[in-house]
């Protein structure tokens, strides 16, 4: 149950020297548990529930950089927008117009990457490339929303024990992310690519990710479905 230090301090090394940042998901676990990797110096958090999040938020220091990196509902966007660091999951244009609407109250912009459906299986979320192509495709021409910043891509691969489907899912993404780095209006800065988690992490850092999502290697196995 307890917090993996010697787990941390080689994979927060290891990926140091990778210059690959990592996010400690931290979702279902104790705020206390955060703040035994916060005390060896991680800063960079990731959760999957809004009230959970902001619960645990409250609580803790404020320079701890929080990720929301599950899937957001457009209506819950307000309760994180005041101190969310980086919004993993966008999946839709309105999504995108709402996170927007809450910035510009907020007098802040709010980074987010744009999450892609790389894996084969049915129940992730994601845009397909179609899909995605159309979001850049609007945010370049019109410029409507000035207080987000589109950072870059998310993706999840499949839950599977082939390294080749793996591999070229993450590769597919990486390119993805190649194809549109370039793009200069002032609502891109393309410089995040966040693939990797517990399982395969090493894969997706090997196939050009600079941002993982680590879990239970971390923290040890949750308990609650997610
Ligand atoms: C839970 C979760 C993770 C971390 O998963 P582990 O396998 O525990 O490392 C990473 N990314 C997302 C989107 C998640 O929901």
């Not at 397909?128 to 979001?135: A, F, H, N």
Request: hydrophobic content about 40%.
């Amino acid at each position: 149950m307890a917090v993996n230090k010697e787990a941390f301090q080689a994979i927060s090394n290891e990926l140091k020297i990778k210059g690959v940042t990592l996010v400690a998901v931290s979702k279902t676990k104790p705020a206390s548990d955060i703040l035994e990797l916060y005390e060896l110096g991680q800063r960079d958090f990731g959760e999957n529930y809004v009230q959970e999040l902001v619960d645990k938020a409250a609580q803790l220091p404020g320079d701890i950089r929080w990720h929301f990196i599950g899937h957001l509902q457009s209506n819950k966007v307000k309760f994180i927008a005041p101190f969310v660091h980086l919004v993993h999951g966008v999946d839709s244009l309105k999504l995108l117009q709402e996170i927007n609407k809450q910035a510009l109250k907020q007098a802040k912009r709010i980074d987010c990457l744009l999450q892609v459906y790389i894996a084969g299986e049915e129940t992730k979320f994601g845009l397909d490339e179609q899909e995605l192509e159309e979001i850049i495709v609007y945010l370049q021409k019109d410029q409507p929303l000035n207080n987000i910043r589109i950072r870059g891509m998310m993706g999840m691969a499949s839950f599977s024990d082939n390294p080749k489907l793996v591999n070229a899912e993450f590769h597919q993404l990486k390119s993805l992310f190649d194809k549109y780095k370039p793009i200069s209006a002032p609502v891109f800065h393309l410089d995040t690519l966040s693939m990797g988690m517990s399982g395969d992490y090493r894969m997706a850092v090997e196939q050009g990710s600079n941002m993982v999502r680590i879990g239970s290697l971390l923290f040890g196995e949750r308990t609650r479905p997610v």
